[in-house]
């Protein structure tokens, strides 16, 4: 019920502030994410219990509703043509609609843990896109790391028992923003198609690169992995050799820590230690059910070097697309 909700006029007001940002995009998806979370910073946004209470809708569409229409036009972003009776009517057939599903999650998943249940929760987006953490200004409005977790679920931070970093084997990225170990030309073309490299919101192709160790290691440090899901493993197939970044080099300068400065970003260049690549595999079933022992000795290697690296052990691991595709290292991996 604490919900933020995002509204038609945020992304109206999500494609016209990209769009006054000229040559200067963050790489928003203009789904009305950012105008959303300024709301809520604002102490002026809806949020999903407020379907439920027809007087709070009123009062709060009757001050925010002339305020977006000045804010589009100022802006001019596409016009809202909506009055404060035909948006109050809209959302309170929200209510009507969705209000069985409207419930204190916070008080849900914590009478959950006392009962001794499991609980697993998702992260909806990569640790680089934290807000105050990742590759700002070129992320999304929220906490993506770790912490995020307490503070979007409602639970304390002593009730979590384990997290599990989902890593790809390869870096990846969406939108704007500098990319350290990033490819180019046929090389991005070729490993982005392998791995179907297309975002699932907006269709844009995602950026490729090699493994980055140093923002592996920024997101363990950050949401306290102590293990790895590496996936797409089968992904670099019949690569010959496989550079990985174990470093940055900046103005001479070799660091194994993630700056916080764009400018210090953009300038870095990767420090690689190269590892052999290993071939293809014809029978993913017969490959999964020998486990992790039959895998390519020269992926093992690799999942070996991570391990090292990072210094958390790499409890699942992902050889192909479907869900049974999927080695598990240890039986018991959410413990």
């Known amino acids: 019920d604490r919900a933020a909700l995002i509204m038609n006029y945020h992304k109206k007001l999500d494609g016209a502030e990209e769009k006054?940002?000229?040559?200067?995009?963050?790489?928003?998806t203009k789904k009305g994410i950012g105008p959303c979370y300024q709301d809520k910073i604002a102490r002026i946004g809806f949020r999903?219990?407020?379907?439920?209470?027809?007087?709070?809708?009123?009062?709060?569409?009757?001050?925010?509703?002339?305020?977006?229409?000045?804010?589009?036009?100022?802006?001019?972003?596409?016009?809202?043509?909506?009055?404060?009776?035909?948006l109050l009517d809209k959302m309170t057939g929200w209510g009507e609609k969705l209000g069985r599903y409207i419930v204190d999650?916070?008080?849900?998943?914590?009478?959950?843990?006392?009962?001794?249940?499991?609980?697993m929760l998702e992260g909806a987006q990569g640790a680089m896109l934290d807000i105050d953490h990742g590759t700002y200004p070129f992320v999304t409005s929220s906490s993506t790391t770790g912490g995020g977790i307490c503070t979007g679920s409602g639970i304390a931070p002593n009730r979590l028992n384990h997290c599990m970093g989902v890593v790809k084997a390869y870096t990846t990225r969406v939108g704007e923003g500098p990319f350290v170990t990033e490819l180019s030309g046929e090389a991005e073309e070729i490993l982005q198609k392998k791995g179907g490299e297309f975002g699932i919101t907006t269709g844009r192709g995602r950026r490729c690169g090699w493994l980055d160790l140093v923002v592996v290691n920024h997101a363990k440090t950050l949401c306290g992995f102590d293990s790895m899901a590496v996936t797409k493993l089968d992904v670099l197939n019949d690569y010959d050799e496989l550079p990985v970044c174990i470093?940055?080099?900046?103005?001479?300068?070799?660091?194994?820590?993630?700056?916080?400065?764009?400018?210090?970003?953009?300038s870095a260049k990767p420090v690689y230690k190269t590892l052999k690549g290993w071939k293809g595999w014809n029978d993913t079933e017969a490959l999964v059910k020998g486990g992790y022992d039959a895998l390519p000795s020269e992926m093992k290697d690799y999942v070996a070097f991570m391990e090292k690296e990072t210094g958390i052990p790499a409890d699942i691991i992902s050889v192909g697309p479907k869900r049974d595709q999927t080695i598990a290292r240890k039986s018991d991996w959410w413990n």
């Open 105 to 119: 999650t916070g008080v849900l998943i914590n009478e959950s843990l006392d009962e001794g249940k499991n609980v």
């Open 48 to 86: 999903a219990g407020d379907l439920l209470e027809k007087e709070t809708l009123e009062e709060k569409i009757s001050l925010l509703l002339p305020y977006k229409k000045d804010l589009m036009n100022m802006l001019d972003a596409e016009g809202c043509s909506c009055t404060v009776e035909s």
């Open 20 to 28: 006054y940002r000229g040559n200067k995009p963050v790489g928003t």
């Open 247 to 266: 470093g940055y080099d900046i103005d001479g300068k070799v660091t194994k820590h993630f700056p916080a400065s764009i400018r210090k970003l953009e």
